[in-house]
């Protein structure tokens, strides 16, 4: 019988928002443990894809960009989606889609804000909230509603620290999309999140601060290499108040 050994260096127990990370460095490999223990839905990490260019060795920044960013796919039913779009399309049809945004960051979107809701859509925010903020965490009242054009796209940007805070949670309705984030000083650092219709998807911490995001349009919509057709998209956004350093 023949026994390698070989050095092993365990980091200590992380606990944030519901998840337990342990990473064991186990001679060249590294070894990531998630435990899930929070109650509601779970996130589906098979839904964000660690790009090519990202460097070998590099375990500790790769864990601390797809663990701050979640999808839930299926958040809401076609029923609660449905609901949703009855209540936003009124407000929207009174807007035209735009292409000149304040900071260049979008192309073919129109906007508004909704801070009261009918019963089973207060619900469905509820439940939004409920999922993807800290039971301490102040919202900012108003929902942003953000509708991308089919031929629109978001281009790479960091959301301005002084419009929200830590978290982000956005439903996506109509259509899936492709979100692109890149670290803003390290470009190497790459990695896809699939944002399925119907999905909702969470940003905080590192994929929050550290790293741009972009909704891929056009001949640029793949996913694994495959073409993502991209729809007109609206998503329901909520965020957190600005820390208050950050304030205007």
């Known amino acids: ?39 509601g839905p779970s996130p589906d990490p098979d839904y964000i894809e ?9 375990a500790i920044m790769r864990i601390n960009a797809t663990s ?3 999808i839930y796919p299926n958040f809401v039913s076609e029923e609660e ?28 979107y129109r906007e508004t804000e909704r801070d009261s809701w009918n019963e089973q859509n207060a ?8 999922t993807a903020f800290q039971p301490n965490a ?17 281009k790479p940007h960091i959301d301005a620290v002084r419009f929200c805070g830590n978290t982000i949670a956005g439903l ?15 470009p190497e650092f790459q990695l896809d999140a699939l944002l399925e219709r119907r999905c909702l998807y969470v940003m905080r911490d590192v994929s929050r601060y550290e790293f741009t995001h ?14 993502l057709p991209r729809r007109r998209r609206i998503a329901v956004i909520c965020r957190e108040r600005p820390l208050p350093e950050h304030r205007e």
């Open 81 to 108: 989606e449905a609901s949703l779009l009855a209540e936003v399309e009124p407000q929207l049809k009174r807007l035209r889609y735009e292409y000149d945004h304040w900071d260049n960051a979008i192309e073919g």
């Open 138 to 154: 102040q919202l900012l009242p108003r929902a942003h509603i953000l509708d991308l054009a089919a031929a629109g796209y978001i």
């Open 68 to 70: 701050s960013m979640r």
């Open 123 to 130: 619900a469905i925010l509820k439940r939004v909230r409920d």
């Open 1 to 39: 019988m023949y026994t390698a050994h070989t050095s092993c260096d365990t980091r200590p127990i992380v606990y944030e928002a519901g998840f337990f990370y342990q990473l064991i460095q186990l001679g060249t490999y590294d070894l990531l443990f998630v435990i899930h223990v929070s109650k």
């Open 172 to 186: 996506c309705l109509l259509s899936s999309a492709v979100m692109r984030l890149v670290h803003e000083s390290r």
């Open 50 to 58: 660690v790009l090519p260019s990202w460097p070998e060795g590099e």
């Open 214 to 227: 972009a909704v891929l349009g056009g001949e640029h919509s793949m996913w694994r290499g495959e073409k």
